[in-house]
């Protein structure tokens, strides 16, 4: 059983990085991209937990960090790492969580992440401040409504009350 888990979380991840290089570009609106693979890394700390989330942080924020700018280098590692280690830590706290907490903790999530990875480059305060004005908040509400919707169909079915 534990085999068939690793590999649909296998799955899910390869499905995330096919939906954000190739559908999250053909689905954005004014420029904005919903980031599937942080929904995915707060996924794995609502479903697992600080330590599977905090590595499948590291690995997606390692592998991003390999394709951006060499000067901006380990800041999506540590960020993404950080990000999945303190929702777990959140999850863990509250166990079971409705679906509109789980929103707003991937809001601010999101906005820790971004804000985390913007100051860990070495941008000016003037450019962190316009990229998080004009990149980061329409990307971070096309990423809640996306994360919201993908919640809802994997954690609305576990609490929907039965009728006997």
Same mark, same amino acid.
């Given at each position: 059983?534990? +085999?068939?888990?690793?590999?649909?979380?296998? &799955?899910?991840?390869?499905?995330?990085? $096919? #939906?954000?290089?190739?559908?999250?570009?053909?689905?954005?609106? =004014?420029?904005?991209?919903? /980031? =599937?693979? #942080?929904?995915?890394?707060?996924?794995?700390? =609502?479903?697992? +937990?600080?330590? *599977?989330?905090?590595?499948?942080?590291?690995?997606?924020?390692?592998?991003? /960090?390999?394709?951006? *700018?060499?000067?901006?280098?380990?800041?999506?590692?540590?960020?993404? !790492?950080?990000?999945?280690?303190?929702? +777990?830590?959140?999850?863990? %706290? &509250?166990?079971?969580?409705?679906?509109?907490? %789980?929103?707003?903790? #991937?809001?601010?999530?999101?906005? &820790?992440? /971004?804000?985390?990875?913007?100051?860990?480059?070495?941008?000016?305060? +003037?450019?962190?401040?316009?990229? =998080? #004005? !004009?990149?980061? $908040? *329409?990307? @971070?509400?096309? !990423?809640?409504?996306? @994360?919201?919707?993908?919640?809802?169909?994997?954690?609305? %079915?576990?609490?929907?009350? !039965?009728?006997?």
């Amino acid at each position: 059983m534990k +085999g068939l888990k690793i590999i649909v979380t296998l &799955f899910a991840f390869l499905v995330c990085v $096919i #939906l954000q290089t190739t559908v999250a570009k053909w689905i954005s609106v =004014f420029g904005a991209m919903p /980031d =599937f693979l #942080l929904i995915f890394v707060v996924y794995q700390a =609502f479903k697992h +937990g600080t330590v *599977p989330a905090a590595l499948w942080g590291f690995v997606i924020g390692f592998s991003c /960090d390999i394709y951006g *700018p060499v000067e901006w280098l380990g800041a999506g590692t540590v960020s993404m !790492t950080l990000l999945g280690f303190l929702v +777990g830590l959140l999850e863990e %706290r &509250f166990l079971m969580m409705r679906l509109s907490l %789980r929103i707003v903790i #991937l809001s601010f999530g999101y906005v &820790f992440y /971004d804000l985390l990875f913007l100051s860990l480059t070495n941008l000016s305060h +003037g450019e962190v401040t316009q990229l =998080f #004005l !004009t990149r980061s $908040i *329409p990307n @971070g509400i096309y !990423t809640v409504i996306c @994360g919201g919707l993908i919640f809802y169909f994997l954690f609305h %079915r576990k609490h929907r009350k !039965t009728h006997v």
